[in-house]
Nanobody, 124 residues
Framework: DVRLVESGGGSVQAGGSLKLSCLVSGILFDAYSVAWFRRPPGKQYEGISCIAWDDGATAYRDSVKDRFTISRDKAKNTVHLQILNVKAEDTAMYAC?????????????????WGQGTQVTVSA
């Protein structure tokens, strides 16, 4: 079974940095992509970054691309999301999700496998 497990969330002060991790298991080939989504309080999930597992090609939501960096560690089957200069508006539940589409389309659709999420809370 495909399984995704997030870690690295918590409380962080504004201006600090944070690195989230997503451990992916149960996928036996390289033709898939992994995206990070976030759900701010009272809102729906929005896609923020995506990476193609085979060649590492990435895509970002425009509003975060200056501060967020997605990467993957093939040896550890892990996708990371580095967040720099965190802001209050970054407070959200962050979840990673996998799609058997090998490319990141930027439409944030087709991600059928989701982790449980990890909460990020930014304090002033």
């Amino acid at each position: 079974d495909v399984r995704l497990v997030e870690s690295g969330g918590g409380s962080v002060q504004a201006g600090g940095s944070l690195k989230l991790s997503c451990l992916v298991s149960g996928i036996l080939f390289d033709a898939y992509s992994v995206a990070w989504f976030r759900r701010p309080p009272g809102k729906q999930y929005e896609g923020i970054s995506c990476i193609a597992w085979d060649d590492g090609a990435t895509a970002y939501r425009d509003s975060v691309k200056d501060r967020f960096t997605i990467s993957r560690d093939k040896a550890k089957n892990t996708v990371h999301l580095q967040i720099l200069n965190v802001k209050a508006e970054d407070t959200a539940m962050y979840a990673c999700a996998a799609s058997f589409r090998s490319r990141c389309s930027g439409t944030w659709t087709g991600f059928g496998y989701w982790g449980q999420g990890t909460q990020v809370t930014v304090s002033a």
